[in-house]
């Protein structure tokens, strides 16, 4: 079974008329999809936004339904230099950029146990990035696809200092509210997972306006490409 995750309604709503034979499963106040997307059997969330809310439903889901991998579809602010909204990362590795000890000796960004001068980066594997590139490049150039870290908070990005700060600490291409939080569940429940994200707005002082005109197409975007990795991940088995 494939785990999809979705933090608002219009990331999850495309992949919702598309499935068939649906079921539903209420917990905690989650509506749990089961049905079958693209000849895979699949479950659906929307998990609410935050970094809270996706690790509860993430737990919940791996509790209940045991996929074999999670994904996690939406949209997100552009980091790194030159991205443009409609662009595509798919997260190689994503690290809770919000998570801050370094007033007692941690650096900035770890969260496990381990050396704490280093961040922790939940990464995804090679074999996972390569099938949804390969989807990606259905519907976007080469140029518009990127690979790289996704950071998580719980704080919607917005300026440039908060931008430029996520780029130098952590090589962020990304930030969002979630996608750290599903990834840390994933990693200690041994569950692969991976986070992608269409390009909403630049994290800037205009990100509001940005995401109010966008949001609904680049989330369209994401789960369409979604769509097409499972069809090339069946014409494979």
């Not at 370094?102 to 990464?123: A, D, I, Q, W």
């Not at 074999?127 to 140029?143: H, M, T």
């Not at 300026?159 to 962020?172: C, R």
């Amino acid at each position: 079974m494939i785990a999809i995750i979705g933090a608002m309604n219009t990331e999850v709503t495309l992949l919702l008329e598309n499935m068939q034979n649906v079921t539903e499963t209420r917990k905690s106040g989650k509506i749990y999809y089961t049905g079958n997307l693209k000849d895979h059997e699949i479950v659906l969330v929307e998990s609410g936004m935050g970094k809270v809310n996706s690790a509860i439903c993430t737990q919940q889901l791996i509790d209940l339904f045991a996929p074999e991998v999670v994904i996690n579809t939406g949209i997100a602010g552009g980091i790194a230099p030159g991205l443009h909204v409609g662009d595509f990362v798919i997260g190689k590795s994503a690290v809770e950029h919000d998570f801050d000890l370094s007033p007692v000796g941690y650096v900035r960004g770890h969260v496990l146990g381990g050396n704490k001068k280093e961040v922790t980066y939940f990464t995804t594997r090679d074999d996972l990035i390569d099938e949804i590139r390969s989807a990606a490049l259905d519907y976007l150039p080469a140029e518009k696809i990127h690979v790289g870290t996704i950071a998580t908070g719980d704080q919607f990005i917005c300026t440039h200092e908060a931008k430029k700060e996520l780029w130098e600490l952590f090589g962020a291409y990304a930030a969002e509210m979630e996608g750290g939080a599903i990834a840390h569940v994933c990693t200690v429940n041994d569950v692969p997972c991976i986070l992608l994200r269409a390009i909403s707005d630049l994290a800037d002082e205009g990100a509001h306006e940005s995401v109010n005109n966008f949001e609904t197409v680049v989330a369209d975007l994401s789960a369409k490409i979604l769509m097409r990795f499972m069809e090339i991940v069946k014409k494979e088995n």
